[in-house]
């Protein structure tokens, strides 16, 4: 089982809908997670990091569930501009970044 | 303020030839990464600097990899006889140094595009 696992979509949504992705950890003591954002052929962005139960920032919503070991990204009234793809990533130790593969979202007109 | 910064932005080389990537992290931030990007895939871990040393190379896939760190700043990734299976995208990050057991937030550079033929 890979240690971070993300559903690669990709999903295909219209513009103002809301759209949830989901992301499963194996490794029960991480404390930090994060969700990056990555434009085609560019660098990562940090969207939210989560040390607790969640983290909200306008349309954006995150939720860490420990017990089933999955952390989920909630985009509300999503945007022409939120297509990119979402990746996950949990802390390992005070600075690794173990990444999962991506989740590709496509927002249409 | 600048950001993180890599060079090349994209190299083509020759199987068998070395390459030598070279990132810039932001002016201050003590902590610097290498990680690895296949076509389709997450960022692999390769290597971790803490100032001039690297106290976690564990990432680095054999001993054709190889990276430094020069005065607290510029690092370079250097890979021997590379194969065809070196094409990635190789990125690097940096931040200020974690502390507390807390992860700060690592910042990209734009990634060097590696084509082996």
């Known amino acids: 089982r890979k240690e971070v696992e993300q559903d690669p979509g990709p999903f295909n949504v219209p513009e103002g809908a809301t759209v949830a992705f989901n992301c499963t950890y194996s490794?029960?003591?991480?404390?930090?997670f994060f969700w990056y954002r990555q434009d085609c052929r560019k660098e990562p962005k940090l969207l939210m990091s989560v040390y607790s139960s969640g983290n909200e920032d306008g349309r954006f919503t995150a939720q860490l569930n420990r017990a089933s070991q999955y952390i989920s990204l909630l985009i509300r009234d999503s945007k022409l501009s939120d297509s990119a793809t979402y990746l996950c990533a949990r802390g390992d130790s005070s600075y690794k970044l173990i990444f999962g593969s991506g989740t590709r979202l496509l927002v249409r007109p | 303020g600048a950001g993180v910064s890599q060079s090349p932005s994209n190299k083509v080389t020759e199987k068998g030839k070395d390459v030598e990537l070279r990132c810039d992290p932001i002016?201050?931030?003590?902590?610097l990464y290498w990680y690895r990007q296949r076509l389709g895939q997450g960022l692999e871990f390769l290597i971790y600097?803490?100032?001039?040393?690297?106290?976690?190379k564990s990432g680095l896939p054999s001993d054709r990899f190889s990276a430094e760190r020069t005065g607290e700043s510029v690092s370079t990734l250097t890979i021997q006889r590379t194969q065809q299976e070196d094409s990635a995208v190789y990125l690097c990050a940096s931040s200020l140094i974690p502390s507390g057991g807390r992860q700060e937030t690592q910042y990209f550079g734009p990634g060097t595009r590696l084509l082996v033929l």
């Open positions: 600097f803490q100032g001039n040393s690297a106290p976690d």
């Open positions: 490794n029960s003591a991480s404390q930090s």
């Open positions: 002016s201050g931030h003590t902590a």
